[in-house]
């Protein structure tokens, strides 16, 4: 953190650090990546252990039998439109 002043002025503005100083931890790359996928594996980790447990007493979902007529056509629409229209933007 820096300390400023305008001049002629008595008014004093603190500036704090830019996110490039922020992220330059060290000067290797390699360790940098490193550093930022380990702390994203912990959180991530952490996040889905905590879920887990928060969940271990919830009863399994079930899907309602028989399923309805219209749920076929839906999802064949939804599954051929999933698949052709990106394929049909990256060809244009």
Known sequence: MCLKS???????LYCFPSRSQLI????DTNLN?????AIFFVLASSFLAIAGWMWRNTKPYSLPEPLPSWLKIWFGTVAILA????IVA???
Not at 83 to 86: A, M, N, R, S, T
């Open 33 to 37: 990546l490193l550093i930022e996928n």
């Open 24 to 27: 330059y931890l060290t000067g």
């Open 6 to 12: 305008y001049p002629n002025s008595d008014t004093k």
């Open 83 to 86: 698949g052709v229209l990106p």
């Open 90 to 92: 990256l060809v244009l």
